[in-house]
């Protein structure tokens, strides 16, 4: 759904930061955290969800045996005047986890992952090669907290 002009109200806050602690809770215990009922919580989280704010649940998996993804956030410069073309390039990117438009230095904000290092250098490689690409400036995701 695309997003609507509404904002959150303090109460879609509460439920937003519970839900990004623990995607799984229920209504129920939504509900008692922030004083609704369970169908008061529902309605309000389908709301969030139909307005584009709330936009998905997800897992957060850590297998055994199996190496973390390399991550790097990377502030790119571009040289463009349709930057929705270059951010659509960049999404078809294998690794490219997040875009965003971002003010100041960097017109894009985007999380690159890889298997291994040599790999997350030969994405940012590509995209340092592309014309429209001003600057890239890289930071190396060390740990993730949460």
Do not use: K, N
Request: charged content about 25%.
């Amino acid at each position: 759904m695309p997003p609507t002009d509404r904002q959150p109200d303090d109460l879609d806050r509460r439920l937003l930061a519970l839900l990004q602690d623990d995607a799984r809770a229920t209504m129920a215990d939504l509900g008692r955290a922030v004083g609704l009922s369970r169908t008061a919580v529902l309605a309000r989280v389908q709301r969030l969800e139909r307005d584009g704010v709330l936009r998905g649940y997800h897992a957060d998996v850590a297998l055994p045996d199996v190496a973390a993804a390399h991550r790097a956030r990377v502030g790119v410069v571009v040289r463009t005047t349709d930057v929705a073309a270059y951010a659509a390039r960049l999404a078809e990117l294998p690794g490219c986890a997040e875009i965003e438009a971002v003010t100041g230095e960097y017109d894009l904000v985007v999380l690159l992952t890889a298997p291994t290092a040599v790999q997350l250098d030969a994405l940012l490689d590509r995209v340092h090669g592309w014309r429209e690409t001003v600057r890239t400036t890289t930071w190396v995701v060390l740990r993730r907290y949460r």
